[in-house]
């Protein structure tokens, strides 16, 4: 109970703390600058991605299921991995911003260089400190390292609006400040850090099969702006974006219930419990949907209020508002019911082959119909998720089906 308290009231942080950067964007911000920082986020979304794909969704797996005398091992070369895939991410990352700033603009903005590399470095590293704090069931740990974090990016946003001088640039460099500073002493502890070559090899046998769903996941989520603002207008991007953020707590709620309950369902696999797993998944889905429609109408019932707080140019978004709803309550049912195969490699290779029918389906309905209008967008990510949700679905009581599944062979 302790633990899902302090997990629900960690996202309901990072919600409210993700809402005040984008109004801050939206109120005091030049409207060029919040594109600017949509865009930036875009790879960095991929970054985190990747990074949950090869190290984070593996260590949920592997770590539970693991002997425990092993366990110090295993969470020692999380650490060490992560710490490898955060400074090589955020060098790429800085260095390929720098070429495409000199080649478009014939200049370099340091500041929005270093602040784009930080940026990339403190997102992932709080995510994965995250995740290991979860995996040692220890939500209260992460919600404390949340908490610092949030208070010291909403201290410097606060302080970029007072000074009118809240851009792209001076509002990445602040948030990679406030994410890594939690996390400073932990990194500075190099010898904690461990490179085991079996456990690396566990990781991998889980992580390269989801690097597919990786990619569409940053389609779905995160590049389609990159599409609309090609076939509709950069104006369109806002819009489909703006109604977006009223649904993200959803989203945020979503990987509360992951990091609070895949280890969970790892280790009841590794004991052949399905019957566990197929308990809590379908009572999460009920209370997940239910509260997903709660949310829903009290937003449409506040929208008139909330759409003088937007200003004049936001209005009119609560169709679209209602579409991303019923994206996210497809999206909740697809990602809990894929913890059930996220538990071996092979529930991962099954993954992949869902996620090459998504990527087809993203690929070909952004294409065909993203000229049609914003919410022709949304109707086709919601279709991506939708023909997910029935593949997964099938897998997953496929194998709560199965009385003895066996040790998971990671």
Known sequence: MKAGIASAIDQALLSALNLAISFAFIRFAAKDEYGIYLLLMTPLYLALGVQNALVLSPIATVFPSAPEKDKDTVYATAVGAQFLFVSASAVIGSIGLA????????????????????????????????????????AVGALKSDFIYALGLTIAIGVLCYFQILKSDNALLATGIAALWPYINRYSKLSLFLLDKEVLLKFWACGRWALIGVLVTWINLNAYPLIVGISLSTEAVADINVARLF????????????????????????????????????????????????????????????????????????????????????????????????????????LQSVSWFALIVSMSGLWIFSSKGAGWVIGVLIAVEAVQLILIGIKANRRWSVTNLGTPNV
């Open 99 to 138: 070429a495409y700033w000199y080649f478009v603009h014939g200049e370099v903005n340091a500041v929005l260089i270093v602040g784009f590399g930080l940026a990339i470095a403190g997102l992932c590293t709080r995510e994965g400190a995250r995740t290991l704090f979860y995996t040692r069931n220890n």
């Open 247 to 350: 649904l993200m707590p959803v989203g945020l709620c979503v990987t509360a219930w992951a990091n609070l309950y895949r280890p969970q369902i790892s280790g009841w696999a590794s004991q052949n419990q399905m019957k566990k797993i197929k308990q809590i998944t379908l009572k999460s889905l009920l209370w997940g949907l239910l509260l997903l429609g709660i949310f829903t109408l009290a937003v449409a019932e506040a929208y008139p209020y909330i759409q003088i707080l937007l200003g004049s140019n936001y209005h009119g978004l609560l169709p679209l508002v209602v579409l991303w709803s019923v994206f996210f309550g497809v999206s909740l049912v697809r990602n809990m019911l894929m913890a059930t195969l996220m538990t071996e490699p092979n529930g991962y290779r099954e």
